[in-house]
């Protein structure tokens, strides 16, 4: 009798090799074109024409760190076990120190939602996951990872929580923090509160609160007249009143300059 045949862990580690070289090479022709349809053919993948373009990154504050915790290569490289495991023709991705991204054909056996792609890869990499996302046609691919990488980095440094960031999500602080007067005006508005370390901090935690007062002393743990003081010497350094509701517009709109200036 013949003895049984079982597959060796050498073909498994073959079949996944040549799966990872397929999709990244599709992957690196959609995001470097114009090679992408012949890529598709090559690979042995459906081509398509419509893509949701991911950017992700692992998400864990340095203060959230233990020893113990994995790090974000091997993050990254459970990301990419993940992926091999979604069949035949994994998702194309170009994973790569400090860039990450994904493609989602947006037609076949693929389409699927990107939340739901990004709380499967959390689960397997067991760590929290911050990713956004910009729909776009094959032969805009190029632009809308340069998009979506733009948005992680603002929702990184804006210290977003984990999760999937679409255009609506983040589109006034991008356009707030992009290179040029305004976001030079903006991020000035605050300077002269960078030496009152706490000023700072209760006006950012009053913003949060919606402007009351009393609020803002309990989330601080002050009494009020002391968060009134505060604020009224705020007023005095930089000319906006904390406590004016239309001023409100404009201390956000120069919170969110501060934060990406001095975040990330």
Same mark, same amino acid.
Do not use: K
């Given at each position: 009798?013949?003895?049984?045949?079982?597959?060796?862990?050498?073909?498994?580690?073959?079949?996944?090799?040549?799966?990872? &070289?397929?999709?990244?090479?599709?992957?690196?022709?959609?995001?470097?074109?114009?090679?992408?349809?012949?890529?598709?053919?090559?690979?042995?993948?459906?081509?398509?024409?419509?893509?949701?373009?991911?950017?992700?990154?692992?998400?864990?504050?340095?203060?959230?760190? *233990? =020893?113990? *915790? =994995?790090?974000?290569?091997?993050?990254?490289?459970?990301?990419?076990?993940?992926?091999?495991? &979604?069949? =035949?023709?994994?998702? =194309?991705?170009?994973?790569?120190?400090?860039?990450?991204?994904? $493609?989602?054909?947006?037609?076949?056996?693929?389409?699927?939602?990107?939340?739901?792609?990004?709380?499967?890869?959390?689960?397997?990499?067991?760590?929290?996951?911050?990713?956004?996302?910009? @729909?776009?046609? *094959?032969?805009?691919?190029?632009?809308?990872?340069?998009?979506?990488?733009?948005?992680?980095?603002?929702?990184?440094?804006? &210290? @977003?929580?984990?999760?999937? @960031?679409?255009?609506?999500?983040?589109?006034?602080?991008?356009?707030?923090?992009?290179?040029?007067?305004?976001?030079?005006? $903006?991020?000035?508005?605050?300077?002269?509160?960078?030496?009152?370390?706490?000023?700072? &901090?209760?006006?950012?935690?009053?913003?949060?609160?919606?402007?009351?007062?009393? /609020?803002?002393?309990?989330?601080?743990?002050?009494?009020?007249?002391?968060?009134?003081?505060?604020?009224?010497?705020?007023?005095?350094?930089?000319?906006?009143?904390?406590? /004016?509701?239309?001023? *409100?517009?404009?201390?956000?709109?120069? $919170?969110?300059?501060?934060? @990406?200036?001095?975040?990330?």
């Amino acid at each position: 009798m013949s003895e049984p045949t079982h597959q060796t862990g050498h073909g498994t580690d073959d079949r996944h090799r040549r799966q990872h &070289d397929a999709s990244e090479e599709l992957a690196r022709s959609l995001l470097f074109p114009p090679r992408a349809a012949a890529a598709a053919r090559i690979t042995g993948y459906a081509y398509t024409d419509r893509y949701d373009v991911i950017a992700l990154t692992p998400w864990a504050p340095p203060v959230h760190r *233990s =020893p113990s *915790s =994995p790090t974000d290569a091997e993050i990254i490289e459970r990301i990419r076990a993940e992926l091999l495991l &979604d069949g =035949p023709d994994p998702l =194309p991705a170009l994973l790569t120190p400090g860039r990450n991204t994904i $493609l989602i054909p947006g037609a076949g056996r693929h389409a699927r939602c990107a939340e739901e792609l990004l709380t499967e890869l959390a689960d397997a990499a067991d760590a929290a996951l911050l990713a956004t996302v910009v @729909y776009a046609e *094959s032969e805009q691919v190029p632009a809308a990872a340069a998009l979506s990488h733009e948005l992680l980095e603002v929702a990184v440094r804006l &210290d @977003y929580r984990p999760g999937m @960031y679409r255009w609506a999500d983040l589109a006034l602080p991008y356009h707030l923090t992009r290179p040029g007067p305004a976001f030079d005006r $903006l991020g000035a508005l605050l300077e002269p509160l960078a030496p009152h370390a706490h000023l700072l &901090d209760t006006l950012m935690h009053h913003l949060d609160t919606g402007f009351q007062p009393r /609020r803002t002393a309990r989330r601080l743990g002050l009494h009020i007249n002391t968060v009134r003081h505060r604020l009224e010497r705020t007023h005095q350094l930089i000319g906006l009143d904390p406590m /004016r509701p239309d001023d *409100s517009w404009l201390l956000r709109s120069a $919170l969110i300059a501060h934060r @990406y200036r001095n975040g990330g």
